[in-house]
């Protein structure tokens, strides 16, 4: 995993790689099929009209309509509170700083890390000898990629 998916991942925008393998218990343990004996029809099944698929669920009880999961959205990590929460009482700074967005996750800071994390997202090279220009460009990078990962960074944050 890269140092951009570790990002992810303290934000709550990604599981572990360990969490996403499926495991040898999620296999069923007996995989025959059970045949379910159905009259024997005499050619092929006509489709109902729509109309009277309809009054069909009009009939069916409540409950059983009710089973059906609902889809549910996709939800957004709400990045801001979490990061104010995890920077809460250090004196970081993580909106203006990617050494202070890193620290406040807990990763590596370093130039050495900086740079990996710079080259990984596709940082310009002219950008990547200027420590100052890199760190500016990176910051706004990595809050870019949050956001398009379902992290809700404000636009002001953004620009």
Do not use: Y
Not at 4 to 12: A, Q, R, S
Not at 28 to 57: F, L, R, Y
Not at 78 to 98: F, N, P, R, T, Y
């Amino acid at each position: 995993m890269g140092l951009f998916g570790k990002i992810l991942e303290k934000l709550g925008l990604k599981k572990g790689e360990e969490e996403t393998k499926p495991t040898a218990s999620a296999k069923p343990s007996n995989p025959t099929i059970t045949m379910v004996n159905k009259p024997a029809t005499a050619g092929p099944v006509k489709p109902k009209p729509v109309a009277a698929q309809k009054d069909e669920m009009d009939d069916m009880p409540k409950s059983a309509m009710a089973q059906a999961p609902a889809p549910t959205p996709m939800s957004e990590v709400d990045v801001v509170k979490k990061l104010e929460q995890m920077a809460a009482g250090s004196g970081l700074d993580w909106k203006v700083s990617i050494v202070d967005l890193l620290k406040v996750l807990g990763i590596d800071s370093s130039r050495e890390a900086r740079n990996e994390l710079a080259t990984e997202l596709g940082c310009p090279a002219d950008l990547m000898k200027d420590s100052a220009k890199m760190n500016v460009w990176l910051h706004k990078e990595v809050l870019k990629q949050i956001a398009a990962n379902g992290g809700n960074i404000p636009k002001n944050l953004l620009d």
